[in-house]
């Protein structure tokens, strides 16, 4: 995340928990491996706070309290919307806090007038904002394996949910009953029927999802 936005160097800070120690030791091999081949990146590093001081991590704790008021202010939304509590785990929350790290990447000014987003990839976020985990219906893609499923007499839009954009494109990303598909062309269903809980109950596909897991 810190490389899409631009940044060159990068430190990781952890606390003394072994299991968060285990994973940024494991994260630091990885980057270090990606940036021997990024002439781009200029320097990886650690740094461990002084044990018991929970002071040494303001800044991080800090971060957290913003992160956590910003999460909390649409997942209440969403559950007024609903009329129902979402557990902590539901496939719904970690879509729901990655879409809130997009939205302070796209929505925040800095000081030079940019926000993070325009910063690193030189223009700013354009693209209309859906509700998190709304009802819509996406465009099929003109070409390919999933162009016409039905045949070419058949629906060019199929029903989702919106979980949110990717970072790397301009698509979306929707939630179906085989996965996720991604699309640029969306079309809000109508206000009474857009979030539903009977469709949010049957979201099993999470971030983690996208990824090739190694045997």
Same mark, same amino acid.
């Given at each position: 995340?810190?490389f ?5 160097q ?5 606390? =003394? ?5 285990? /994973? *940024? ?5 990885v ?7 990024d $002439? ?11 044990? %018991?001081?929970?002071q040494?991590?303001g800044g *991080?704790?800090?971060?957290?309290m *913003?992160?956590?008021? /910003?999460?909390?202010a649409?997942k209440l ?11 902590t785990g539901?496939? #719904? #929350? ?5 879409h809130?790290?997009? /939205? /302070? ?6 000081? $030079?007038?940019?926000?993070s ?5 030189g223009?700013?976020?354009?693209q ?9 219906? %996406?465009k099929?893609p003109?070409e ?5 499923p $039905?045949g070419n007499?058949g629906t060019?839009l199929?029903q989702g ?6 970072? $790397?494109?301009n698509?979306c *990303? ?6 996720l598909? %991604?699309?640029?062309a ?9 979030? @539903?809980?009977?469709?949010?109950? =049957? ?5 983690? @999802?996208i990824r090739d897991?190694?045997e």
């Amino acid at each position: 995340t810190s490389f899409w936005l631009g940044h060159t160097q990068l430190t990781l800070k952890r606390d =003394n928990e072994l299991a968060l120690q285990a /994973l *940024i030791a494991s994260r630091l091999e990885v980057l270090r491996t990606k940036a021997a081949d990024d $002439d781009s990146v200029t320097k990886i590093a650690n740094e461990d706070p002084a044990p %018991y001081d929970s002071q040494g991590n303001g800044g *991080i704790e800090v971060g957290v309290m *913003i992160l956590r008021g /910003l999460f909390r202010a649409p997942k209440l939304c969403l559950e007024t919307r609903l009329g129902k509590f979402i557990p902590t785990g539901h496939a #719904m #929350m970690p879509w729901l806090l990655q879409h809130t790290c997009f /939205l /302070l990447n796209i929505a925040k000014r800095w000081q $030079d007038g940019l926000t993070s987003s325009a910063r690193a990839r030189g223009r700013a976020f354009r693209q209309k904002i859906c509700g998190i985990c709304g009802t819509v219906m %996406y465009k099929l893609p003109t070409e390919g394996p999933r162009s016409q499923p $039905d045949g070419n007499m058949g629906t060019k839009l199929q029903q989702g949910v919106f979980p949110g954009f990717r970072r $790397d494109s301009n698509q979306c *990303i929707l939630g179906t009953e085989d996965g996720l598909a %991604y699309s640029r062309a969306l079309a809000r269903c109508p206000q009474p029927g857009r979030w @539903s809980s009977d469709v949010l109950a =049957n979201l099993k596909v999470t971030p983690w @999802s996208i990824r090739d897991v190694k045997e």
